[in-house]
């Protein structure tokens, strides 16, 4: 005796309207099923051998983005070709690609392709490209013109030269290719005589409602059995970033160590950026190709005079400190520009020169930025991670304590320290931290005790421990990645599947 | 930061000990290299321009002695008088005023010691001359000169002489329009009548100071005898360079002869190797390292790190600083010295007892509460950059031009200027994931930059929030709610929702958002057109509201 639920039975009858086969979406319209429900009982009845299920790939294609310009405005190396006759058939590449109004970016990809495509010769010494006529549209264009036209099309129906072009626009990165199956469900000639025999369409109720709870009408309804391991939709939480989720850890290690959080401007005076910290004037990283700098607004302003003076002097002859200075005339016009900070400690030793009455102990996690390409591993805005503890008597191995503590909450617990140099801290010293994955020690962060000629002009009389490092090296550690790009790029597919508990 | 490839025979020969890579390995850091690359027979470490005394194979090999306690206390130099004497004439005080030279002799240099030479010389160029303005350095062979000679300016076409490495004869315009060297730094003599110019008794040229030297001069392996000059517009510069030059060549087994430097106002000896002077307190000392040293344990920790010390009174060290460090400013510079010639690697970490109590910044505690209201809504959080361009924040949103935050060096066209607001942000992140599942609902609580004329750097940084929701039934009913949620769950009180126009959104379904007057926020439905830009096909909503006002 077989046993079929309405799922199965309401499947078995869609069936039998479509003549004995159909996909699983033509079913799920017949019968008002939902697409999963009939899954569900495709999967079941082909377990009882009353339909066969067949399943079948294909691909469907669509232009990308890149795609769709060169639809529009033509292959790059058909504009180049274009412009060349244009051009009278012989032209250097420079004046055709100008003509084309080719990007430099696409002038490869256009010589490429008309050499592979034999449509113009290219002389390397004089860089001359030649060509007797336009070329007629290609197979390539045809199926892109196609593409633009139907907007979706199936791999699987095309003919071969067509597949073996679209392979070539595939590898061109000019396509969204994406693979589907095709479920067919075909009725055997069992589940033929259970229909023939007549399907009595026993009435089963999925959905408790309020009305069969109130009325007490459950008690005669025949509430349905489920499936409980067959799949569901998949859901996506609202969720926190994974990087902010790591920036939030390091804010609880440094509440928990008892820090209090500062925050400051991101544009910031050089002066705060460089001079309060003694970083000579001159220093190559105050140099354009170090640091962002301002066209607009161009200058900010000083603080009180005073402040300014005796920086001046611990630039010039190390005023009140016993220092040499850097020796050179201090200008406070370099001081005055505007800048995008290049570390959080501008902000750090703002803080200091306004609460000086020990013991103080502050940190902050935030942006900062540095003139870079993007790349694999650099960005030209990261996180910066500070810590400062200033006490009457601290010294440098309680620098070296405080660090480890903070970073051993992370899972980093193989500190080394290595001497190192900063302009307004000494002693320095890089903390490295042993990487048992990459089998080497990696640069965590960069730590000092400030130097009297940081101190004095802001009237700091107390030792001031300080590190700091980037925040972007732990999360690829801890996240896992090879390339800083993706903590930024907002991936949803990543973000969706990062677990928040790493 | 300026590199050197440390080969592992070559090395020991310098440390006069059979070193092994790994040994070098294991030791190096200690005394401030970073290992770059870890060779078959070479190790490539970096050093930082502070210890431009690095940067040839004998200023490594004089500190890693030291540190191994191998050979410890001050280097001695000898000098003795070459009897050769060289004039600075008034011609050149305008245009690069100072020269210091020296004579080092009987080396015997091998092919790789030509290459340590020239290496030393492009380390110093950058690290102490800043790319050769302040100080730049001629190595010459003194053999195919004769004394004494002469430090001058001469017109840009009134001699010729051949380049090194060239053939034929240029002269000084020549050289500066057409020679490598001359184009690179012609911008540091070029706005002169006359340019520098070092000569001999008979007016052969040694070199045009700092572009190139003559061909005259050029040192091959069997070079013997080396003159060597220093030019440059920073006297400290000049000295110093010349002294960790003639010192390395010390070590490289030469000899090293003074000269008689006549100015017109002075003379001078050089190079003057006697080492500068300086106290440290061994309480200072051990109160900032956090150890308990006797000064008898410092002085030895200083002679480790290469530094002359001495006890002259209870608790006080003079210490004697060799004449190639640049990097000693200070009586905590030496307490550093004292770290390294100890061994970092000695220093146990301790805790400070300093008691605090941490608190939060008020506008982090602002930002993770609409964080955390935003997730119990249902979006997901992004991070986009602050930094961003005109195209996105403007073109693609249908807005005007307006005055923003700009740099003045971008380093790529998409990152130009500061965000002044969120939204555009998740319309490139939507654009970005149009191929992932919908509905699609992001939010981002992060900083913008606005101009602010009253503040000390005339601009500021506020805390915005901003959310989109994008998929096919997206409506301005959905957002206003998502929205009154979010403010209702921030105690914003009296807040006003009132009809408004603005171009990123559709007309009629666009409401800023007031609190006691004052706009804080907009919400409404992105305009198609928007929508169109990105490449979006869903209905798209958003809300954007400046949090400042909620920050205690």
Known sequence: ?502 | MPVITLHEERFSKFVGRKLTLAEITEWIPWLGFDIEEVGEDYLKVEFNPNRIDFCSYAGVARAFKGLRGWETGLPNYKVSDSGITLKISRAVSNVRPFMLAAVVRNLELDEEDVVDLMEMQEDLHWGVGRDRKKASIGVHNLDAVKPPFTFTAAKPNSIKFIPLDKTDEMSLQEILERHEKGMAYKHLIDWSPTYPLLIDRDKQVLSMPPIINGELTKIEEKTRNLFLDVTGTDIEAVEKSLNVLCTSLADMGGEIERIRVEYPDQTRFSPNLTPEKMNLKTTFTNNTLGLRLSTSRIIECLERSRLGARRTEKGVIEVAIPAYRIDILHEIDLVEEVAIGYGYYKLKPTFPSSVTIGEQHPALKTANLARQIAIGLGFTEMMNFTLTNERLQREKMRRKEEEEVRLANPVSAEYTIMRQDLLPGLMKNLADNRHESFPQRLFEVSDIVKLNAKTETQCERRLHIVAVSSHAKANFTEIKSAAEAFAANMAIGDWKIKATEHTSFLKGRAASIHIRNEEIGILGEIHPEVLNNFGLENPTVAFEIDLEALID
């Open chain 1, 1 to 502: 005796m077989v046993e079929l639920r309405e799922h199965d039975q309401k499947t078995l009858e869609a069936l039998r309207k479509l003549d004995g086969k159909g996909t699983v979406e033509e079913i799920a319209e017949t019968s008002g099923l939902a697409h999963a429900a009939v899954m569900r009982a495709a999967l079941k009845l082909s377990n009882k051998k009353l339909v066969q299920l067949q399943e079948q790939k294909r691909t469907t294609v669509t232009l990308n983005e890149e795609g769709r310009t060169y639809e529009e405005k033509g292959l790059p190396e058909r504009r180049l070709i274009k412009s060349l006759i244009r051009l009278g058939g012989t032209a250097k590449i420079e004046k055709a690609v100008n003509n084309a109004k080719l990007q430099k970016s696409l002038v490869p990809i256009a010589l490429g392709w008309l050499r592979k495509k034999n449509w113009a010769t290219l002389s390397r010494k004089e860089k001359i490209l030649r060509a007797s006529e336009e070329p007629k549209e290609g197979t390539d264009e045809k199926v892109i013109r196609l593409l633009a036209k139907k907007d979706t099309i199936i791999t699987q129906d095309l003919d071969k030269e067509k597949r073996r072009i679209m392979e070539v626009l595939r590898k061109r990165k000019l396509l969204h290719v994406k693979d589907e199956t095709i479920r067919t469900l075909k009725l055997t000639a069992d589940g033929q005589k259970l229909i023939d025999k007549g399907i009595k369409i026993a009435k089963e109720v999925s959905q408790l409602t309020p009305e069969l709870i109130i009325t007490g009408k459950w008690r005669k309804a025949k509430l349905r059995q489920f499936d409980v391991s067959a799949a569901g939709p998949q859901v996506y939480p609202g969720k926190i970033h994974p990087l902010q989720q790591i920036i939030e850890r390091a804010r609880r290690i440094f509440l928990e160590m008892g820090f209090t959080e500062i925050r400051g401007p991101l544009v910031e005076t050089a002066f705060w950026n460089f001079d309060a910290l003694f970083q000579p004037q001159d220093h190559p990283a105050r140099e354009m190709q170090d640091t962002f700098y301002l066209s607009n607004p161009k200058e900010g302003k000083l603080p009180r005079k005073t402040v300014v003076d005796a920086v001046a002097r611990a630039h010039e002859d190390g005023w009140t400190t016993g220092s040499k200075g850097w020796r050179y005339k201090w200008s406070p016009d370099e001081a005055r520009r505007l800048l995008l900070r290049t570390h959080t400690t501008s902000e750090t030793i703002k803080h200091l020169s306004k609460h000086r009455k020990p013991p103080i102990k502050v940190f902050s996690i935030d942006k900062v930025y540095r003139n870079e390409q993007l790349t694999y591993k650099n960005t030209a805005e990261f996180y910066q991670i500070e810590g400062i503890v200033v006490d009457k008597a601290v010294t440098f191995r309680d620098l070296m304590g405080t660090l480890k503590a903070f970073y051993s909450r992370f899972g980093l617990k193989k500190v080394q320290f290595w001497p190192c140099y900063f302009p307004y801290t000494e002693p320095s010293a890089q903390a490295m931290v042993y990487v048992p994955k990459l089998k080497h020690w990696m640069e965590l962060c960069g730590m000092g005790i400030f130097r009297p000629e940081v101190l004095a002009p802001m009237g700091i009389k107390y030792p001031v421990l300080a590190w700091g490092g980037g925040l972007e090296r732990i999360a690829m550690l801890e996240l896992k990645l090879d390339d800083i790009r993706l903590l930024y790029d907002n991936r949803l597919e990543w973000i969706r599947s990062t677990p928040l508990c790493q």
